[in-house]
């Protein structure tokens, strides 16, 4: 199963950033001639118009193809040359002319006829790359389609989130105020607390919320003596101290309160709200982590792509099921869009660093930029190949 998931995961999410660029260069009038999800050898196509849309065999990433991103010189007569010869052998192939000479007058008219055709088209197109082609579109374009990749990823990522919040339709330990919706028998609190008894302090330390009370719980219970513990309540409105022991947990290895939160329902503004807040969270491990990497204190061998991705999407398929499947996806999306940010050459942001300049009249010559590009290219197939090597080698420790 994970290695199903892990497909359908990284598919949505790869369709979702390329969606962005390829709506965002539809829109500007940038001629697309593909939009693939996948790389290497096609498994499906299908063309409209003058695009063809396709799935490739490995579900290792995917592209769009904006005519105008290469500042290519098109040479007509080189063009005229590699097509004669093309409909020279396809011509030979429909009548059974296997002959290297060519004799025929109603051949050679059709070669001729074929040839004003084919080149009729190309010139169409060339005038239609050197007007509407992506390096002759505003920086402001430009940046635009550049980075609406990476804002469909941080998008689907906050929509997920909220998807989670509505189905679980309760609002989240982090996020619900610290109110008793339950007291455990064995406990040294019963009759001492109530069902929805709001804590607001523990020891003159004030309480916001679930997460917030079980935090202070925990350090209290570090070096816990069986001495009272001052919690202030409030209950029917009206502010109360009520001294209480904590209860040691054979479970938990550790003294607990042993009370149990009182679910508490979330309104959408809320559910958008908290959206926001553990998006904002996941951006912040995420930057912790390409720090951390970055820095040396997390190893190259400690990272994982889209090999041993399938073992951890398993995994936590096991634990948590459909909603842990989600929290996966969150992660990835997230991941994926600051990982295209960095200024690596080659990635969204690598581009980004040579658009964001002629905001301000500076402009880079774009011959050296593809030559950067292609040299980061060639770093990041490199960084994959020893990606994959340390996957492989995880599923073998």
């Known amino acids: 199963m994970g290695m199903v998931f892990t497909i359908v995961i990284l598919g949505l999410i790869i369709f979702l950033h390329e969606l962005g660029h390829f709506a965002t260069a539809k829109y500007f009038g940038m001629p697309v001639t593909e939009f693939a999800i996948g790389m290497g050898p096609k498994i499906f196509s299908l063309k409209k118009n003058e695009t063809t849309y396709s799935i490739r065999i490995l579900p290792l990433g995917g592209f769009v ?60 197109r060339q005038e239609n790359i050197q007007k509407n082609g992506f390096f002759a579109k505003s920086p402001f374009s430009r940046f635009v389609v550049l980075i609406a990749g990476v804002v469909m990823n941080f998008i689907s990522a906050l929509a997920v989130l909220f998807i989670i919040l509505s189905v679980a339709g309760v609002l989240p330990p982090k996020y619900s105020q610290a109110i008793v919706g339950g007291v455990e028998q064995s406990s040294k609190v019963n009759g001492r607390l109530k069902v929805n008894d709001k804590i607001l302090a523990i020891n003159g330390k004030n309480i916001s919320n679930w997460s917030e009370m079980t935090k202070r719980i925990g350090e209290i219970s570090k070096n816990y003596k069986n001495e009272d513990i ?38 959408i503004g809320e559910r958008v709200k908290i959206s926001f807040s553990m998006f904002g969270d996941y951006f912040k491990i995420t930057l912790d982590g390409v720090r951390m990497l970055i820095t040396g204190k997390v190893a190259m061998k400690e990272m994982t792509g889209p090999v041993g991705l399938p073992k951890i999407v398993g995994e936590a398929y096991g634990q948590g099921g459909i909603f842990a499947m989600l929290g996966v996806f969150v992660l990835i999306s997230i991941n994926i869009g600051i990982m295209n940010l960095l200024p690596i050459p080659a990635l969204d942001g690598g581009r980004l660093i040579f658009v964001i300049p002629e905001f301000f009249g500076i402009k880079v010559n774009k011959k050296i930029e593809e030559k950067i590009h292609m040299i980061g290219m060639i770093f990041l197939l490199v960084l994959m190949l020893v990606i994959v090597f340390f996957d492989v080698t995880k599923y073998f420790q």
């Open 230 to 267: 001052a919690l202030k309540i409030l209950r029917d409105n009206k502010e109360i101290t009520e001294n209480v022991k904590l209860t040691y947990n054979e479970e938990a290895k550790g003294n607990i309160l042993g009370v149990h939160l009182l679910s508490q329902k979330s309104t």
């Open 65 to 124: 193809n904006i005519e105008g991103m290469q500042p290519e010189r098109f040479d007509l007569e080189v063009f005229k040359k590699e097509k004669m010869d093309e409909i020279i052998e396809e011509l030979k192939n429909e009548t059974g002319n296997k002959d290297n000479e060519i004799e025929d007058e109603k051949f050679i008219d059709e070669v001729e006829r074929r040839l004003s055709k084919v080149v009729e088209k190309e010139l169409k």
